[in-house]
């Protein structure tokens, strides 16, 4: 799926949401986009946190790096670690591989609280994050999305 673009008019908003709150959730879901457009065999995983670091940078959001992405598999959390601020993970993209992008940027603290309910996580300083999740396959001809309806 060479060139792929996600359709921003499908996100929704809870509430009332501020123009800072909504660059945040523009901008993270512009960080997956990007990220996923350079998928394909032989690219290697650290351009995914370069990618996505260099757009959270322009804004002067964090990339929490805490969770990452993952392979998926027999088991769902397995690997390749997909890390999504700049590293210098060692490995490339290979056909058949199934993994997924994450990214999580925050306007404060990339430090992360996890709640008792074991499930919630918020940022340290209470700050907003967003975040955005795809599962992907390489493909010969570059990435197809399994997570699109």
């Not at 800072?20 to 995983?45: M, S, Y």
């Not at 919630?120 to 700050?127: M, N």
Request: with cysteine.
């Amino acid at each position: 799926m060479q060139g792929y673009h996600a359709d921003t008019s499908k996100t929704f908003y809870c509430g009332t949401v501020d123009d800072d709150a909504k660059q945040l959730v523009e901008v993270t879901r512009e960080a997956l986009d990007k990220a996923i457009a350079i998928c394909g065999p032989g690219v290697e995983f650290k351009k995914i946190g370069a990618t996505i670091n260099e757009i959270a940078d322009r804004y002067r959001y964090g990339v929490v790096e805490h969770f990452v992405g993952h392979g998926v598999g027999v088991v769902c959390h397995s690997a390749p670690s997909i890390l999504h601020n700049r590293n210098n993970q060692p490995g490339h993209m290979v056909v058949g591989q199934t993994f997924t992008i994450e990214p999580m940027l925050t306007m404060g603290s990339i430090k992360d609280v996890m709640w008792n309910d074991n499930w919630t996580v918020v940022t340290a300083d209470g700050g907003l994050s967003a975040q955005f999740e795809h599962s992907l396959l390489i493909t010969e001809s570059g990435v197809e999305i399994l997570t699109v309806r």
